[in-house]
């Protein structure tokens, strides 16, 4: 089975003090409604594929759309809280400035992480547990 899902998270963003770089929070164990029940991602080390973020080029894009590239996505590291997160690194284009500054201003809040699915662990149909 392969599908592809987005997910959208609050951004919880970090700046380092003299850095042009961006930690954010990507990605975690929250469940999620979908059309098909409950979904829940697992974050453990083999479950997740993260060779295209530790290539350091993984596009950061605004909403999903490739015309608005605005810098790359590094360093990944899932912590001991089992939450994805990366180094983003904005560019140095006037909007790719613009949207590094709304996201430390706490203007742009929300983040959106495109994946694919190519196993199912677990599948119920029980959607009132709240449990997959």
């Given at each position: 089975m392969r599908l592809q899902a987005q997910r959208t998270f609050e951004i919880a963003a970090r700046a380092q003090e003299g850095s042009d770089e961006i930690e954010l929070a990507i990605s975690s164990e929250?469940?999620?409604?979908?059309?098909?029940g409950i979904e829940i991602l697992s974050h453990e080390k083999k479950a997740i594929d993260l060779s295209r973020?530790?290539?350091?080029?993984?596009?950061?894009?605004?909403?999903?759309?490739?015309?608005?590239?605005?810098?790359?996505?590094?360093?990944?590291?899932?912590?001991?809280?089992?939450?994805?997160?990366?180094?983003?690194?904005?560019?140095?284009?006037?909007?790719?400035?613009?949207?590094?500054?709304?996201?430390t201003?706490?203007?742009?809040?929300?983040?959106?992480?495109?994946?694919v699915i190519h196993e199912v662990i677990e599948e119920t149909t029980d959607r009132s547990s709240g449990e997959a």
């Open positions: 929250a469940p999620v409604e979908r059309y098909f973020l530790k290539s350091n080029r993984a596009a950061l894009l605004v909403n999903h759309d490739s015309d608005r590239h605005v810098g790359v996505l590094k360093s990944p590291a899932i912590g001991d809280d089992k939450v994805l997160r990366v180094r983003a690194r904005f560019g140095r284009s006037a909007y790719a400035v613009e949207i590094r500054n709304d996201v201003d706490g203007i742009r809040t929300l983040a959106s992480l495109g994946y």
